[in-house]
């Protein structure tokens, strides 16, 4: 192995602190890890590790070779790519991160048909309702939904989303269908629990928003559990138009209260970290994500307004 290589076991080794961790990553046994990273530190003429029963820990010299080798590993990892990408096939692991109800309606059923057209990719999907730092996190990909801060993130508009107010037939023939936002002081509405804002619906009032405080007997920190909460006729949600879309169409929710909506749009982006040189995995994945959801977003498509005239 040449150097390199051994500053790529020893960056491993540093990161996870654990030699065995390190040699199930890279298909090696414990005691070639121990080797390699000997034969380092013999010809730096310096010791990098400390060692124990339980940890490996960087000393001064090593913390000082770390944040050398990093930028070199990465630099070569880029030049390589740039150059392997630009000839060939996308390929290797690409890391997604979305909401869950966004991923699971609109970004898994597009899923298949990608891998079937890349075969040398492969998929790893993940759902949070935070943000996630996607340098922090390794993170190729990530759907947003709002304002963008200023950061160094690349952003490719997607579509739009809006919040709406709905509930199952089944509850609102049982509790009857509120005709004002104060009305709502008299159903279970459901929540999600992330924030405390949540609780708290926004509608157009006579002298501008107004905020309506809500509670219920259910709250989840999961936007899919929520929904399927509203359709077995629990209680009502307010959830983006995204996510109540479908039901809506097939009958399973009915938006009430669409005269007193807030007009305000979040914009849906896919970001991913600025590069010199665009991975070839990246770049496709998100051009599908841009050509599925265009010229108009499914969920914005006429049939949502059939759907609650």
């Known amino acids: 192995m040449n ?4 500053m790529a076991v020893f960056v491993r ?38 060692r124990t029963t339980r940890r490996v820990s960087l000393t001064e010299e090593g913390r000082t070779f770390y944040q050398h080798c990093t ?27 979305a909401s869950t109800a966004f991923a699971q309606y609109h970004i898994e059923p597009l899923i298949p048909g990608f891998l079937a057209r890349y075969p040398a990719l492969r998929v790893q999907l993940t759902l949070s309702e935070s ?33 709406m107010v709905v509930g199952a037939p089944a509850y609102l023939e049982k509790f009857g269908t509120p005709k004002t936002p104060d009305d709502l002081k008299d159903h279970n509405c459901l929540t999600l629990s992330l924030a405390t ?35 077995a006729g ?30 305000t749009e979040a914009n849906i982006y896919a970001v991913y970290p600025h590069s010199r040189h665009l991975s070839a995995k990246v770049r496709v994945f998100v051009d599908m994500l841009v050509q599925a959801f265009s010229p108009v977003a499914p969920w914005e498509q006429a049939g949502e307004k059939a759907a609650s005239a």
């Open 3 to 6: 150097i390199q290589g051994e």
């Open 13 to 50: 080794v540093a990161e996870t602190g654990n030699f065995s961790a390190t040699a199930r990553a890279l298909k090696l046994t414990p005691s070639a890890v121990s080797k390699l990273i000997g034969r380092l530190e013999d010809r730096l003429g310096a010791r990098l590790l400390n």
């Open 71 to 97: 930028p070199i590993l990465a630099a070569t990892e880029e030049a390589e790519q740039a150059i392997t990408e630009f000839h060939g096939e996308p390929r290797g692991l690409l890391k997604v991160n």
């Open 131 to 163: 943000i996630v730092n996607l340098i922090e996190d390794e993170v190729d990909v990530a759907i947003r939904i709002g304002q963008m801060p200023d950061s160094s993130l690349i952003a490719r508009k997607l579509g739009s989303a809006r919040r």
């Open 197 to 231: 804002t949540f609780n708290q619906w926004e509608f157009k009032g006579p002298d501008g928003p107004r905020r309506i405080e809500v509670g219920g007997n259910f709250e989840t920190n999961n936007a899919v559990a929520l929904h399927h909460a509203a359709i």
């Open 234 to 263: 629990i209680g009502l949600i307010r959830v983006g138009n995204f996510t109540a879309t479908p039901s809506i169409r097939e009958g399973l929710l009915v938006p009430v209260l669409a005269d007193f909506e807030a007009v």
